[in-house]
Structures are given as C-alpha cells and as structure tokens.
C-alpha cells in the first residue's frame, strides 16, 4: 500500500523568520490523520531568512536530524557545541535525558533551506549526543547514499533507533529499483525534482508512505533528490 502526502497539503508555519512545511502535525498545526508515520514524528521543510531561525529551546527523548539543502545553520548546544552546518552535511543530535540548543541563520543576505526530522528512539532516558557529518556527493549520484543507521554502516551517523535514512541524486532518466521488506515501513521525500515512484508522479514537497511493499521503483523525470527513510 502506497499513501501520497501531497506538497501542498502539508501543514503551514509563515512566521518572520521562518517558513515552515510540515508533514506531520507540529506546534499549531494538528492534524489527526497526519501525526506520525511509525518511528517517523516529524518531517519538516523550513526556510530561514537571513539572521534568522529557533531561539534557545529544550528536547527530550528524540532523535533529531538536520539536513542543510541550501546555506548554513549555526548550531549551539548546552552540551558544549557551536557549530555550523553546511550545505550537505548532516546533523544528528539525540535529545535523551533533556537538551537545549538553538539554530540560526548566520547569513547577512541568503536564506536557509532545511529538513528536520525527528525519529523516537528506542527507549527513553538515554544520554543526549551530537554527530555532524560531511558526506561526499559522488556517494549519492544515481544511487542512496546511507545518512543515518542505528549501526552507524558505511560511514553513517549513528542513530538509537532501528531507521536507516538514505538520501539519492539522480539525473534525468536515470531508474532506480531496489527490494523492501513488506513487514517495514518506508517514507520517500521528494527534495527536489519530478519523479516517478512506483508509477506515480512526485514533485519537489511531495512525500509518500509505503507499506507491505516488496518494491520501489523510481524514475527520475528530471535531475532529482531523494530521501527515504526505512522505519521498523
């Protein structure tokens, strides 16, 4: 079973600094029918303006990973960090017994563009930890790229949940087919491009939730990005 979560039926955050899509519910916007997708709590498109973005705030219990499409993010923590995030580099950063950071736009004159995502961990109560990474684009031209695995595979970030996050590039005209475990879920994010997946047309935005699936066939219709995420 294949269920579409069209781009423009995302929740919406316009605020001054931030412009915000969400696909599942988040802050003011709650929807019963979108609240999660398994281990899968929060997938949101933000873009920030110049000097902008999340004052100081705490998480507790939650995996939470920023992955910088366009700018940079400077990060600060209370456990110790400040750091900026570039332009195709991942962040991960597990919450556990309680975090406080915040995330801003150090740019005088372009914006930010990014997803974040929030995975449940496997159990509460964890130590809270941060992990950055660069990863080399060639790893992903025509084929994922793991991001994010509870092992830490390949040169991953590591992640205290059974989820591997990959991320693919593809050029135009370029199919992709790979094997899915029918007991699992499965979550495909269109970053950027059209895209055909299992025969339907994707847009930039555009998400879908795949379940007792034992395929993914994707077709890119122009250069692509693509994320998807292979949740227990």
């Known amino acids: 079973m294949i269920t579409f979560r069209d781009r423009g039926a995302r929740g919406r955050h316009s605020g001054a600094e931030v412009d915000a899509r969400h696909s599942f519910s988040f802050g003011d916007y709650i929807d019963p029918k979108n609240m999660a997708f398994r281990a899968l709590r929060v997938l949101n498109e933000d873009c920030i303006i ?3 973005g999340f004052a100081e705030h705490a998480h507790q219990d939650m995996e939470i990973i920023t992955l910088v499409l366009d700018g940079t993010v400077l990060h600060r923590d209370d456990l110790g960090n400040e750091t900026r995030i570039r332009a195709g580099e991942v ?3 597990s919450a556990g017994t309680g975090v406080r ?3 801003r736009n150090p740019s005088a004159d372009s914006r930010t563009h990014i997803l974040q995502i929030w995975i449940h961990p496997s159990k509460a109560g964890l130590a809270p930890s941060y992990e950055q990474r660069s990863f080399d684009p060639r790893g992903r031209h025509n084929r994922f790229c793991v991001l994010i695995s509870e092992d830490g595979r ?3 970030l590591s992640i205290h949940q059974d989820v591997i996050l990959e991320l693919a590039c ?3 005209g370029t199919s992709l ?4 475990d029918p007991q699992r879920g499965y979550w495909v994010q ?3 491009g059209i895209i055909g997946l299992n025969g339907t047309e994707l847009r930039m935005g555009d998400g879908a939730a795949l379940t007792q699936e034992h395929i993914l066939a994707l077709e890119a219709d122009t ?3 693509v994320l998807l995420i292979d949740l227990p």
């Open 223 to 225: 250069d692509c990005e």
């Open 154 to 156: 390949e040169g991953s």
């Open 91 to 93: 962040q991960r950063m």
């Open 177 to 180: 087919t790979r094997s899915l």
């Open 50 to 52: 110049p000097g902008g």
């Open 101 to 103: 950071h915040s995330e």
């Open 190 to 192: 269109v970053i950027s």
């Open 170 to 172: 593809l050029d135009e």
